[in-house]
């Protein structure tokens, strides 16, 4: 596991928007950490790095938000409302993992069993320099 130390938002930012360009079609990534850690500061940066230029705003309320005029299509889940896993199932969320994008999921503890064999986590943690990223 590789750590980055970011001390700003803006250092955030740009950490996920170099680690955007080693993101390929069908790619799942976990974004982990708990609430108010920064895990939206790296969708928006991992969006950037994609070519995504609408404003990505988290999808508490709306579950899913997808951005499609980057360079990958872009899936952001957040599942921290989600009641279960057959609520997720209902909603199609399986369809997402195999549309050729890239998904970033939130608060992926509560759908396990819907996720891809193979994904990427990365873990934001405050600490009182700044945030440690863990890749």
């Given at each position: 596991?590789?750590?980055?130390?970011?001390?700003?938002?803006?250092?955030?930012l740009?950490?996920?928007?170099?680690?955007?360009k080693?993101?390929?079609?069908?790619?799942?990534v976990?974004?982990?950490?708990?609430?108010?850690?920064?895990k939206?500061?790296?969708?928006?940066?991992?969006?950037?790095?994609?070519g995504?230029?609408?404003?990505?705003?988290?999808?508490?309320?709306?579950?899913?938000?997808?951005?499609?005029?980057?360079?990958?299509p872009l899936?952001?889940?957040?599942?921290?409302?989600?009641?279960?896993?057959?609520?997720?199932?209902?909603?199609?969320?399986?369809?997402?993992?195999?549309?050729?994008?890239?998904?970033?999921?939130?608060?992926?503890?509560?759908?396990?069993s819907?996720?891809?064999?193979?994904?990427?986590?990365?873990?934001?943690?405050?600490?009182?320099?700044g945030r440690?990223?863990?890749?």
């Amino acid at each position: 596991m590789a750590v980055f130390v970011s001390h700003s938002e803006e250092e955030t930012l740009r950490w996920a928007e170099e680690f955007a360009k080693s993101l390929a079609a069908g790619d799942t990534v976990l974004l982990e950490g708990e609430m108010g850690a920064g895990k939206t500061v790296l969708a928006k940066g991992i969006a950037r790095g994609l070519g995504v230029r609408s404003e990505v705003t988290s999808p508490t309320y709306a579950y899913i938000n997808s951005y499609e005029e980057g360079r990958l299509p872009l899936f952001h889940f957040d599942c921290y409302r989600i009641p279960s896993e057959d609520y997720a199932r209902a909603l199609g969320f399986e369809e997402y993992f195999s549309a050729g994008g890239v998904c970033l999921v939130e608060w992926s503890e509560n759908i396990p069993s819907l996720l891809p064999e193979r994904v990427k986590r990365v873990k934001i943690v405050k600490t009182d320099a700044g945030r440690e990223v863990r890749f």
